[in-house]
């Protein structure tokens, strides 16, 4: 159970698109489309932003888009905005019924 | 629409075991489209999931391989709630534990409601 990797941090300007990659193994990421994203503010619970590599759940915006390729899962999310600001998670299902997580990603909009 | 509430103390002793409860509404613990989970969060270890339990016309239970030894997550059908018992905590167990709930009805697809979070500190 080795946490998925993710860039520490990552940055853009309002209205730009920023991509945060997760790169897993072939036990997880690679295996099954079971990636989910989530974005925590500060104090807050995580929040689900996408599911199965690309499922996005009823009220989040089409600004977040998910992909997979290979033992990499990607998160885009365009036409930046100040409320992005946040850190962002992957997580995936992986062989023996377990479920493993990202190190986290901060997003900063300049 | 789901809520998820937590409860249990905040402060526990070295080598005691850490007790969370986790009350349901809006769903069913006993649902065969759903799974019950716990995951911590810390500064050192960032978010990690600690295990589940299901029902799909028996209970299941799933554990993180890093607390397998230690813990027990059991639903109460009469009070409609699920809950962590984590045994022999160390300082390193001192974290936000936050209960989720999961609609895979096999694997986990993504982790849709969250409880509001609890901090444990574990300390003598």
């Known amino acids: 159970q080795s946490a998925l990797t993710q860039p520490a941090s990552v940055s853009g300007s309002p209205g730009q698109s920023i991509t945060i990659s997760c790169t897993g193994t072939?036990?997880?990421?690679?295996?099954?489309?079971?990636v989910s994203w989530y974005q925590q503010h500060p104090g807050k619970a995580p929040k689900l932003m996408i599911y199965?590599?690309?499922q996005r759940p009823s009220g989040v915006s089409n600004r977040f888009s998910g992909s997979k390729s290979g033992y990499t899962a990607s998160l885009t999310i365009s036409g930046l905005q100040a409320e992005d600001e946040a850190d962002y998670y992957c997580?995936?299902?992986?062989?023996?019924?377990?479920?493993?997580f990202g190190g986290g990603t901060k997003l900063t909009v300049l | 629409q789901v809520q998820l509430q937590q409860s249990g103390p905040g402060l526990v002793k070295p080598s005691q075991t850490l007790s969370l409860t986790c009350a349901i509404s809006?769903?069913?613990?006993?649902?065969?489209?759903?799974?019950w989970n716990w995951i911590r969060q810390s500064p050192s270890r960032g978010l990690e999931w600690l295990g589940r339990?299901?029902?799909?016309?028996?209970?299941?239970?799933d554990y993180a391989v890093s607390v397998k030894s230690r813990i027990t997550i059991n639903p109460d059908t009469s009070k409609n709630q699920f809950s962590l018992q984590l045994n022999s905590v160390t300082p390193e167990d001192t974290a936000v534990y936050y209960c989720?709930?999961?609609?895979?009805?096999?694997?986990?697809?993504?982790?849709?409601?969250w409880g509001q979070g609890s901090l444990v500190t574990v300390s003598s």
């Open positions: 989720a709930r999961d609609q895979g009805e096999v694997a986990t697809i993504g982790f849709d409601y």
């Open positions: 809006g769903d069913s613990v006993s649902s065969n489209r759903a799974a």
């Open positions: 339990t299901y029902y799909r016309s028996k209970w299941y239970n």
């Open positions: 072939s036990s997880d990421v690679g295996s099954y489309n079971l």
């Open positions: 199965e590599v690309s």
């Open positions: 997580s995936s299902y992986e062989a023996g019924g377990t479920v493993v």
